[in-house]
């Protein structure tokens, strides 16, 4: 299961609610000093919400190997240094379903069912003025960037986010509020487990 949407959407939340494994996408960015890293237009902040500030193909990679064995190494990033600070191994065991949520899920959705690994795909909305505000106090609070910084990209999304929103839901995934996203999510984790004792 691929859960995206805009930064603040409550992407973590859900994931959290639903009681499934959940890899969570982010660890995928790239480190601060990579040259490819993309700017903001006019700027010399780095866009840490352009899909080239993060690394699709170990993402794609590290999803793959879940489904095939359970289990994957994922960097460990820290967000405020813009650094992978060590590795650890995801254990899924023999699971049925597992979500990978991150702001970019909607980029990998056609690597995932061309490879057949993709059980749904969820763009979490709710609205720019509701996720500017849990985007703006969950990064003060833990420290993620200085407060200018998050105040630029903040007002810099809340002005994008239904543009960011129509990408996503281009590129395959689902327009769903909360409760709608945690339905879904367990109506798919019942299936799986239905056909998963059927087929033993």
Known sequence: MLLCGPSGSGKSLVAARSGLPVLRLDDFYKEGDDPTLPLVDGSSDIDWDHPQSWDADVAIEAIARLCATGSTPVPVYDIALSARTGEETLH?????????????????VERCRERGLLADALCLTRGPVTTFRRRFLRDLKEGRKSVPFLLRRGWRLMRAERSIVTRQVSLGAHPCDRDEALGRLAAAAAGRQTRQRTVA
Do not use: D, K, N, S
Not at 100 to 105: L, P, S
């Open 92 to 108: 899924i065991g023999r699971t049925p379903l597992f979500i990978a949520e991150g702001i970019f899920a909607a980029e990998v």
